[in-house]
């Protein structure tokens, strides 16, 4: 099993970003997924996850700014990130969800400058 993201970078503050996971060895369509992220000195928090049924899950800092989405033909998903903050910096992940300890990839750096 694979999750591979891409998309990281460094933009400004209120810029936007677009994550992509191509995930391989399991059968995604009917996998709840999640994006992740871990900022220097903290936890790794759930920032979005969208189930099989088609609902979504955001946490608090991210609602209004970040959407989730997949496509279960390019067994893709994506997360659109939109009025980026300084604070939105960290490594992101892709993976179910809830996270699965044996799929987490290298992640993609996004660094957000003020």
């Known amino acids: 099993v694979q999750f591979v993201e891409s998309g990281g970078g460094l933009v400004q503050a209120g810029g936007s970003l677009r994550l992509s996971c191509v995930v391989s060895?399991?059968?995604?369509?009917?996998?709840?997924i999640g994006w992740y992220r871990q900022a220097p000195g903290k936890q790794r928090e759930l920032v979005a996850a969208?189930?099989?049924?088609?609902?979504?899950n955001y946490a608090d800092s991210v609602k209004g700014r970040f959407t989730i989405s997949r496509d279960n033909a390019k067994n893709t998903m994506y997360l659109q990130m939109d009025s980026l903050k300084p604070e939105d910096t960290a490594v992101y992940y892709c993976?179910?969800?809830?996270?699965?300890?044996?799929?987490w990839g290298q992640g993609t750096q996004v660094t957000i400058s003020s």
């Open positions: 993976n179910a969800a809830p996270g699965v300890a044996d799929y």
């Open positions: 060895g399991i059968t995604f369509r009917f996998n709840a």
């Open positions: 969208l189930g099989f049924d088609g609902r979504t």
